[in-house]
T-cell receptor, first 112, second 107 residues
């Protein structure tokens, strides 16, 4: 099992550009989530999904969209990147809502 | 608002010394609490969760509802314990993380 796979590992965007961060898991986990990690602020939940076709907002959802068309994939879309979205992004999944999270390796995003 | 507070950004101890990483949470019912660890160049991973009541790599954490704390302890720190530690709380489909404590164990 590959676990949780995130692509790309690094990305540089210009303000206003759009992009999608990919996240895939091969553990048949129902719960998937996206976090951003900023210095001194820990991890903050952006969006989450409790199953295919179901998504909801986390603590910091503004500027991000998600969809969950399959159990395996949970992409995060930035429609119009802003410098404030410069961060490290982590995707995580778990077998049920309160089970321990399995994390991806992260995507380091820089918006100039 | 759900809050998880880790008051120390950096904790430095010598090898063999006891270590305690502090975590406090805002009170709300019965909390489900976790400690996650990120070693250098590795992905975040679960260290332990309070309902398991187990010891992982010599670490333990006791839930104190009166003090709303879930401090992580180890009696004798090892150099390989150097890492970033995050306390997290689960509540209604969401995980809330503290800001993290970097543990540096000196030889």
């Amino acid at each position: 099992n590959a676990g949780v796979t995130q692509t790309p590992k690094f990305q540089v965007l210009k303000t206003g550009q759009s992009m999608t961060l990919q996240c895939a898991q091969d553990m048949n986990h129902e719960y998937m989530s996206w976090y951003r990690q900023d210095p001194g602020m820990g991890l903050r939940l952006i969006h989450y999904s409790v199953g295919a076709g179901i998504t909801d907002q986390g603590e910091v959802p503004n500027g991000y969209n998600v969809s969950r068309s399959t159990t395996e994939d949970f992409p995060l879309r930035l429609l119009s990147a802003a410098p404030s979205q410069t961060s490290v992004y982590f995707c995580a999944s778990s077998s049920s809502y309160n089970s321990p999270l399995h994390f991806g390796n992260g995507t380091r995003l820089t918006v100039t | 608002a759900q809050r998880v507070t880790q008051p120390e950004k950096l904790l430095s101890v010598f090898k063999g010394a006891p270590v305690e990483l502090k975590c406090n949470y805002s009170y709300s019912g019965s909390p489900e609490l976790f400690w996650y660890v990120q070693y250098s160049r590795q992905r975040l991973q679960l260290l332990l969760r309070h309902i398991s009541r187990e010891s992982i790599k010599g670490f333990t954490a006791d839930l104190n509802k009166g003090e709303t704390s879930f401090h992580l302890k180890k009696p004798f720190a090892q150099e390989e314990d150097s890492a970033m530690y995050y306390c997290a709380r689960y509540n209604f489909n969401k995980f809330y993380f503290g800001s993290g404590t970097k543990l540096n164990v000196k030889p």
